[in-house]
T-cell receptor
Framework: GAGVSQTPSNKVTEKGKYVELRCDPISGHTALYWYRQSLGQGPEFLIYFQGTGAADDSGLPNDRFFAVRPEGSVSTLKIQRTERGDSAVYLC?????????????FGPGTRLLVL | AQTVTQSQPEMSVQEAETVTLSCTYDTSESNYYLFWYKQPPSRQMILVIRQEAYKQQNATENRFSVNFQKAAKSFSLKISDSQLGDTAMYFCAFSYSGAGSYQLTFGKGTKLSVIP
């Protein structure tokens, strides 16, 4: 079956612009995570969805970042008024359900560059 | 707060040899999970191996095994019979139930190069 997919693969934008990053999880996976990976670092948690609701958004750095998952499958991470410090790889992961035993399956990420 | 430390930014190993990657973590939780993920240049994180903290037996997956020392909060990865395809970034990660989301907390990674 298909894995987690993310679009676009790369996104270049200018400071101050708005961007949307899309994640298509594995079919049937109820849990969805967004992480951000800066250069030379490990991924950092941003937000977690269980179904349609954002169950934990404690990792979002500020109110310029927002994510939705309206139908419980595809998710979109939205960044307003982008800043150069937002440049990073944004990773999405999904798992069959909630729980430490559940493997998180990652997508290939979207590399965002803010000029 | 939970932290994960990988003290080896880079390592290299000859093909067919064995290498061990180090990881330590800090937590006050008693029930948690530890993971090693591999990230090749394609960027896609792939689960290598998982350990549940309540299990004393070390996890193994083919050529990959861990040395889990709960009291010392240490979780090292041993790769036996290293292959060229093992060349990648390796990340140690931690999750626990108290956060509600089982979000992963990652270390900074170790870049492993397998030399022919």
């Amino acid at each position: 079956g298909a894995g987690v997919s993310q679009t676009p693969s790369n996104k270049v934008t200018e400071k101050g612009k708005y961007v949307e990053l899309r994640c298509d999880p594995i079919s049937g996976h109820t849990a969805l995570y967004w992480y951000r990976q800066s250069l030379g670092q490990g991924p950092e948690f941003l937000i977690y969805f269980q179904g349609t609701g954002a169950a934990d958004d404690s990792g979002l750095p500020n109110d310029r970042f927002f994510a939705v998952r309206p139908e419980g499958s595809v998710s979109t991470l939205k960044i307003q008024r982008t800043e150069r410090g937002d440049s990073a790889v944004y990773l999405c992961a999904s798992s069959p359900g909630q729980g430490g035993r559940e493997t998180q399956y990652f997508g290939p990420g979207t590399r965002l560059l803010v000029l | 707060a939970q932290t994960v430390t990988q003290s080896q930014p880079e390592m290299s190993v000859q093909e067919a040899e064995t290498v061990t990657l180090s990881c330590t973590y800090d937590t006050s939780e008693s029930n948690y999970y530890l993971f090693w993920y591999k990230q090749p240049p394609s960027r896609q994180m792939i689960l290598v191996i998982r350990q549940e903290a309540y299990k004393q037996q070390n996890a193994t997956e083919n050529r990959f095994s861990v040395n889990f020392q709960k009291a010392a909060k240490s979780f090292s990865l041993k790769i036996s019979d290293s292959q060229l395809g093992d060349t990648a970034m390796y990340f140690c990660a931690f999750s626990y139930s108290g956060a509600g989301s089982y979000q992963l907390t990652f270390g900074k990674g170790t870049k492993l190069s397998v030399i022919p």
